[in-house]
């Protein structure tokens, strides 16, 4: 075997058939490089990749397992969202709807971790294709961690487009939701209040500093694809 | 610096500052060893940290550039679903509502390109945490590859944990949508017809052959976690 795509197909037969069972471990890299004939790095890319999937578990000293109760994993992408509109082969679109600068409610300063009266940018934009809401992007931006955040002309360009090259962040979270959308964000979208909507919200952080908080409320229909 | 940590806040840093702006090719990693008195391998591992989050593009031979449009990844775990509620802390729960072999509808039949009047198992069930609904499993094995799924006792065992060690999968994909819940389902989650539901439908490959589709219709107020 050449490829560390038959070694994979071969090493998931294995698990396939049970002749490696669940909670079992597997032979060294070493030993599997020279029963399949290949090279060491070949072996360990095939099972890098079934780590990966979490059918194999893999401990630095302890050897690699097969899994005893494998965690699916699905990678969601996340373009920005004139990339993701223009991607469905739509137009895209772009409107501020407003801008404020203030302190924010107890939800919001509690998801960011800030204290009270510190005042933060709130946007509300709609993002269109071909000329339809496609979702509404409801922003808080933390202008101590985001320098220019006050000035910036959100009319022009939207903050989720910015962000990007303004803010860069260590990490974050997402929180993806089905909710009937409130009054306000159904007539933004040009739907009616109470339709299903998918509500991702995304807080991310510059270390320990809260950058920016969003909730991205698509329009009803709306669905987001993941390989697994 | 030592660490593949310190080098990637620096990496980072420079990213943040402008310093290395989108689209600009950035240093090999031996020079930039060089530049932090450091181990090659330690600059690999700080590079390849930055090129999952997508802040960096690298390519065998044409270097790593700061990524001109970067796509956010979102990686969503996906459990056995018995883990899903006893990881929430709940006492988990499984009732079988139906078991039948037959042929599918034409919708079912295209997501695992199959031809019509092949028989599959169709199952519907109902995962409950602390014994109320938490979601509906409606799901389709092609038992023509997955060797058992007609005669398996899916009474005690539900197909989402008997499947794990029966019929392991090479690929597959993920669509997450929100959607107002029909009358039946609603009815087996003990909510109101029509409420809004997260809608997971994953279907399952075996290389060239359709292992299994499923649609989870979670309970209204269900939110998926996911870090960034």
Redesign the interface.
């Known amino acids: 075997m050449n490829s560390w795509q038959e070694i994979h ?1 071969e090493v ?1 037969r294995r ?2 058939t ?1 002749q490696w069972k ?1 909670g079992d471990l597997i032979p060294n890299e070493t030993d599997l490089a020279q029963e399949f004939g290949c090279a060491r790095a070949t072996v360990n890319r095939a099972l890098r990749t079934l780590a990966e999937t979490g ?1 194999l578990d893999r401990r630095r000293k302890a050897g690699t397992r097969v899994t005893l ?12 969202i004139r ?1 993701d509109i223009e991607d469905r082969g739509a137009r895209y679109g772009y409107r501020l709807i407003s801008r404020q600068i203030g302190p924010a409610p107890a939800s919001i300063r509690a998801a960011l971790r800030i204290e009270t009266g510190t005042p933060l940018v709130h946007l509300l934009a709609c993002h269109l294709a071909d000329a339809r809401p496609y979702l509404l992007e409801d922003r808080w931006i933390n202008p101590a961690v985001v320098l220019g955040a006050e000035t910036a002309d959100f009319t022009r360009i939207s903050a989720n487009e910015w962000l ?2 303004h ?14 959308l409130p009054p306000q964000t159904a007539a933004a979208l040009q739907v009616a209040a109470g ?5 991702l919200t ?1 807080t ?1 952080w ?2 320990a500093s809260a950058v920016t908080t969003v909730r991205l409320s ?1 329009r ?9």
């Open positions: 197909d998931l698990i396939h049970r669940p059918l109760h494998p965690v699916g994993k699905a990678v969601i992408e996340i373009p920005l990339r990007l090259t803010a860069p962040y260590t990490h974050g979270n997402l929180t993806i939701a089905a909710e009937p339709d299903a909507g998918l509500v995304r991310t510059d270390h698509h009803p229909g709306h669905l987001l694809h993941s390989t697994l």
